[in-house]
């Protein structure tokens, strides 16, 4: 197969391979004849149109053209703009039929059950600055326990580095030198039942609004609550907006029961640097001698929470991995678990399909505020969604944001959206829920950890090796060529089904069946691997 239409709707046809000019194409009874080289990825017009009309893709306007087409040429950024109809409420529409789950019934993950009954995938001791002056003091956290408890990873890139300098001592040919595969040695971790000792670092807390240090606590409290950690330990200067009690406060508001370890260091009030360190890293590793009694239980397949994420897409993105893993968002919300859709500037031109699914008015009212405020707030700083898709996006095919969009949508799946929440907002009804957050990458996914995604599914195209600090990662590739030639980054890939091998269905289950392993500590994603734990807050109106 060649060419894919997606809905019967669409005036353009995707490419699945390179198709050339002035040869012909067929698409089911359909023939035509291609005046332009098509891209694999990229879009063909399949009737003549004039500018100013709409381009249809998945059923929905996606474009407008700025100029006269014919059939057979190439969709491109010099003949269409981006479009998207308008959406509001009209009632919950949806009749759903939930996929067959029969053959996970009665299956569990091994997981971290905590005291108030949610369940981690991971168990993670979490240190964090309230704010950005105490970054260097987390560092020298790290350095002080991470290798020696264990977590450390040997640097090949540091080896390299001492055979050049050999090199250099000797004078030898440095071009000789080459970098050795990557030891697999490592220390033996000193407490087996902590998966790892995680570090964050932010520029905020102080010196910019006080709203901004507010939607920081809330975020940092949303991780110290998070079920995949078992303790924290904060370190504070003790001067900064962002106090100690308001940290507190976020917290305790967030989940009125918490009661993991929570060490509070704050240096004005200690002192001198080295009693601030030495108090620290004594009670942390007191903490994690408890964290460490901990044990994986088994635990009902319910109790996982699922953030669904693309990044590095292509035109691939929204016909391979993204409804492969929409179909593994459907079994989990069938089996009761918890699914977060996120990226609201990656929704632009879905969102009466999304406004559909949602069973009352003050759901969708809600959304419709957030994606309007959003939009606004971006358009105020002289951008719009429209600005979403990268010179990578529009490359690979992805020429509009309503076309990027309607592709990133499909991970979400066809459930009925149950919850809107805002940024920080924890995610506490089983089923789908829409999150705000921006589309860029680490932000995106530090909002759905927020929320309470324990385990992260990330599709790319294009490749991209974001992580989250406590939620293992799932790298997914929308096609061969990137599971090849990126594989030290791709933990399952899609490809097989542009190839015509697989269904969207079976690798979704597939992909579903990869969770439980992950979730159950059996398999460690690429990401935790490569220790990619990127974290960055969102302030609003600013990112795309």
């Not at 399949?46 to 009309?53: C, F, H, S, Y």
């Not at 981690?120 to 260097?136: D, K, M, Q, S």
């Not at 606590?217 to 962002?242: I, K, M, Q, R």
């Not at 579903?512 to 490569?530: R, T």
């Amino acid at each position: 197969m060649n060419t894919l239409k997606i809905h019967p709707k669409d005036n353009v046809i995707v490419a699945l391979r390179d198709l050339y000019a002035q040869t012909t194409v067929r698409n089911g009874s359909n023939t035509y004849y291609l005046h332009n080289d098509i891209p694999a990825k990229h879009k063909f017009f399949i009737e003549d149109l004039k500018a100013g009309q709409e381009v249809l893709m998945y059923g929905v306007v996606v474009g407008r053209l700025t100029q006269d087409v014919t059939q057979g040429s190439l969709m491109d950024t010099a003949n269409t703009q981006h479009a998207a109809d308008s959406f509001q409420y009209r009632g919950f529409s949806q009749q759903w039929t939930p996929p067959d789950v029969s053959s996970f019934k009665d299956r569990h993950f091994m997981g971290y059950r905590r005291a108030d009954g949610r369940v981690g995938t991971a168990n993670y001791w979490l240190c964090i600055p309230t704010v950005f002056c105490e970054n260097r003091n987390i560092d020298v956290l790290r350095q002080a326990m991470e290798e020696e408890l264990g977590y450390g990873s040997s640097n090949i890139y540091k080896n390299y580095t001492r055979a050049l300098l050999r090199a250099y001592d000797s004078i030898e040919n440095l071009e000789q030198v080459d970098l050795s595969p990557e030891s697999t040695q490592h220390e033996a971790r000193v407490f087996t039942h902590v998966d790892g000792i995680k570090f964050l670092q932010h520029q905020g807390g102080c010196g910019g609004t006080r709203q901004d240090a507010t939607v920081l606590a809330h975020l940092l409290a949303a991780y110290a609550d998070h079920p995949n950690v078992a303790g924290v330990t904060v370190l504070s200067l003790g001067c900064e907006n962002l106090q100690v009690e308001d940290f507190r406060a976020a917290l305790f508001h967030r989940n009125p029961q918490f009661n993991k370890p929570l060490l509070v260091f704050s240096q004005q009030q200690i002192g001198s640097e080295r009693a601030l360190m030495q108090h620290a890293i004594k009670e942390t590793f007191i903490g994690m001698v408890d964290a460490n009694k901990l044990r994986r239980t088994p635990q009902p397949i319910s109790k996982l929470t699922l953030g669904v994420k693309c990044g590095g897409s292509d035109g691939f993105s929204g016909i391979s991995a993204n409804p492969a893993v929409g179909y593994c968002s459907d079994l989990l919300v069938a089996l009761g678990g918890k699914v977060l859709l996120a990226e609201f500037p990656e929704l632009c031109g879905a969102e009466q399909q999304l406004i559909d699914r949602m069973q009352d008015a003050q759901t969708a009212h809600k959304f419709i505020k957030l994606m309007s405020d959003y939009s606004f707030a971006a358009e105020q700083a002289g951008s719009g969604f429209h600005m979403n898709p990268s010179p990578g996006n529009i490359k690979d095919g992805l020429i509009t944001d309503a076309i990027k969009s309607n592709g990133a949508a499909k991970k979400g799946g066809t459930s009925p959206v149950v919850a809107v929440l805002d940024y920080t907002e924890p995610a506490n009804k089983a089923g789908l829920s829409l999150v705000c957050t921006p589309g860029n990458d680490v932000e995106a996914t530090t909002g759905k950890a927020a929320a309470g995604a324990t385990l992260m599914l990330f599709t790319t195209g294009l490749g991209t090796p974001t992580g989250n600090p406590i939620c293992p990662t799932i790298k997914i590739a929308t096609n061969n060529r990137l599971a090849t030639h990126m594989s030290d980054i791709i933990d399952i890939n899609t490809g097989a089904i542009i190839e015509g091998q697989k269904t969207i269905e079976q690798m979704g289950i597939e992909i579903l069946e990869y969770c439980i392993l992950v979730a159950s500590g059996k398999i460690i994603p690429k990401a935790v691997q490569l220790r990619q734990d990127d974290f960055i807050p969102w302030k609003r109106g600013v990112s795309l």
